[in-house]
């Protein structure tokens, strides 16, 4: 976009990418509640508020960095989803995306079952009180002593990822005296990306087994005649922040064409599929994510009507999304520190955290938006990069956004849509600490992990 295209638009606008945006917002002020967790609005002074909580008392209390969780929101979002889906199917939260004590407890108490994917995960599970048997244990590469902890507790269903797993697990059970209730992950050949679907070879990667020549039916036969194991089904998931149903289609198609053939050549019909997660959210307003209603509407047509079309009962349905859930429930609040205008360039914004809380931009060249939280301003919008306080020059949070070219050392702002693969994904890179967690509710603020602190780090470093 040039600057021609906007003779007032915003400083330094001339290097925005093309097609980025149309220009700088209309308003800097407005809070699109496509990627604001649903309670957040201004006060009468303008100042930003979550759940009844004002962000500068947020700040004060709990200080900053700090991901602001609402509760509400979560609880509705986690709502919608068992709702939509109904009582013929089960919806896994994705413990990936952000797992807690707290969370755990929200799931429980809204009738979701939870996707753990590792040991600690799996404690975290436990520990808040999620009844065993609905969770279900992934990984690729389990380790025997996660194994085992997952069969004596009384996992759901274990994800069997590979063929040596098969085995591994099976073995496992045996000598528990157990029966373990698998799913065999398959990889159909889809590859989702953020917002298409490309089919590829899809087998080059370490997830699943492959469909393709004829190895996942291999797994299928090899796991039905151990006796340590319960095949219940087979679990497919295609990627992650996906807007098109399309790639689910394909691979609800191939799922059901392996059950079919399951069904012929073993006489056997598997009660269950799950179809992953991966829906995506809004980060910015350019987003269109679907409701949970018409997803779970697309995902029973497509599975209906594959299993009709291949004369099958049609299988118990679940779902595993992560993103869709906790993403939009949650905002970073940072304070602005140093403030640096590149003339002809932009302006960068340090705030006080950066890719240690946030590394998702770095990694995936994520997109996400801003806003001055603190206060409102009606100062010409600049063209900023929120960038953080790492010895990287790669440490971006938000790469393009318009901010109130008023702003000042001490403001606050904040980056919405953060709930989701933020904190779980969080380093201490650079001995910054991992900010809390703060979960706000009904005018009242808790923290539900604390912050990291100096003797966390000198308690690790043992000498
Ligand atoms: C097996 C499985 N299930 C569920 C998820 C959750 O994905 P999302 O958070 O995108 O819904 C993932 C992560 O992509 C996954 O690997
Ligand atoms: N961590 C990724 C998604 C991976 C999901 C897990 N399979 C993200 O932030 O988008």
Redesign the pocket.
Known sequence: MSRSAHPAGPRHADVLPEGHYAGPPTDLNALDSKVWAQTVTRDADGVVTVGGMDVKTLAEEFGTPAYVVDEADFRARARAWRSAFGQDADVFY?G??FLSRAVVRWLDEEGLNL?VCSGGELATALSAGMPADRIAF?GNNKSTEEIDRAIRAGVGRIVLDSFQEIVRVAHIAQSLGKRQRVQIRITVGVEAHTHEFIATAHEDQKFGIPLAGGQAAEAVRRALQLDGLELIGIHS?IG??IFDMSGFEVAAHRVVGLLKDVRDEHGVELPEIDL????GIAYTSDDDPREPHEIAKALTEIVTRECEGARLRTPRISV?????IVGPTAFTLYEVGTIKPLDGLRTYVSVDGGMSDNIRTALYDAEYSVALVSRTSDAEPMLARVVGKHCESGDIVVKDAFLPADLAPGDLIAVPATG?YCRSMASNYNHVLRPPVVAVNDGEARVIVRRETEEDLLRLDVG
């Open positions: 994705a990936k995306a996707d992934h998931h992650s922040q992953g997660g991966g829906l595993e999304p992560g993103r869709a989701a």
